[in-house]
């Protein structure tokens, strides 16, 4: 009756984000890449050391597939989030044009109809909930997915075939660090003690990946498998 598909491709789709705080945006933007097999390649600050011909040209060489964009709380830090804007929208117009990034903006909600209203090269701007609705409030989801969308969009013409199996479900294939996110979760409801904190770890030849789960937050990471180079740095960060 359903079928559900996962998979475990690491850094075939490259990712820039860019925010305002590190503490804030930049936080949060780190945490859904993390939840993800996306390379994260770079990502831009409103008060980044570099020059923007320096940012652009970080931009040009990495040819991003997607750009992944937060900053500000609802109603909040509205000048430094078009700040933001125009530089990606600089750098995106200096791409060349044969494949234009897909742009998300998961920030200030209340920049929404301005947002909507910018063109940019071969495409659009999606939007999505604000990732940081509040400064103490984490809102993860509604980004998450949208990238999980667009990155099996983006997988269906990288790799042959993979189309062909994504259409027997009817819901986007899930990154294995999501599925194994999931499968945490449904260990720590069985726990008879009321506040039971669970691990999960993969170990695999391209990655390693770690599904933490502790009073109801959920903690991912996916790293590439160095294991054997430093195992007891490894040990150490777990």
Same mark, same amino acid.
């Given at each position: 009756d359903l079928v559900a598909i996962t998979? #475990?491709? $690491? @850094?075939? +789709? &490259?990712?820039?984000?860019? #925010?305002? $705080? @590190?503490? +804030? &945006?930049i936080?949060?933007?780190?945490?859904?890449?993390?939840?993800?097999?996306?390379?994260?390649?770079?990502?831009?600050?409103?008060?980044?050391s570099r020059r923007i011909d320096e940012i652009l040209s970080s931009v040009?060489?990495?040819?991003?597939?997607?750009?992944?964009?937060?900053?500000?709380?609802?109603?909040?830090?509205?000048?430094?989030?078009?700040?933001?804007?125009?530089?990606?929208?600089?750098?995106?117009n200096h791409l060349p044009?044969?494949?234009?990034?897909?742009?998300?903006?998961?920030?200030?909600?209340t920049l929404s109809k301005t947002i909507e209203e910018i063109e940019i090269k071969n495409g659009?701007?999606?939007l999505v909930d604000n990732i940081r609705p509040t400064l103490e409030k984490e809102n993860l989801t509604?980004?998450?997915?949208?990238?999980?969308?667009?990155?099996?969009?983006?997988?269906?013409?990288?790799i042959p075939g993979f189309d062909y199996l994504s259409s027997y479900s009817r819901s986007n294939p899930t990154p294995f660090i999501q599925a194994i996110g999931n499968m945490s979760k449904f260990l720590s409801k069985l726990s008879n003690e009321k506040n039971s904190n669970i691990l999960?770890?993969?170990?695999?030849?391209?990655?390693?990946?770690f599904a933490g789960s502790s009073q109801s937050e959920l903690f991912?990471?996916?790293?590439?498998?160095?294991?054997?180079?430093?195992?007891?740095?490894?040990v150490s960060t777990i």
């Open positions: 998979f #475990g491709f $690491l @850094d075939l +789709v &490259s990712i820039i984000t860019a #925010g305002l $705080l @590190d503490d +804030v &945006s936080a949060s933007l780190s945490k859904v890449v993390n939840q993800t097999h996306l390379k994260h390649a770079d990502q831009i600050r409103l008060n980044d040009i060489n990495i040819r991003p597939d997607l750009i992944l964009i937060s900053g500000g709380t609802d109603n909040g830090a509205n000048k430094s989030v078009l700040r933001i804007l125009e530089i990606i929208l600089f750098c995106i044009k044969d494949r234009p990034p897909e742009v998300i903006f998961a920030g200030n909600a659009k701007i999606s509604p980004a998450r997915n949208k990238v999980n969308e667009i990155n099996s969009q983006i997988l269906n013409k990288k999960v770890l993969d170990f695999n030849k391209e990655m390693l990946l991912l990471d996916v790293q590439e498998n160095n294991l054997h180079l430093n195992p007891d740095k490894l």
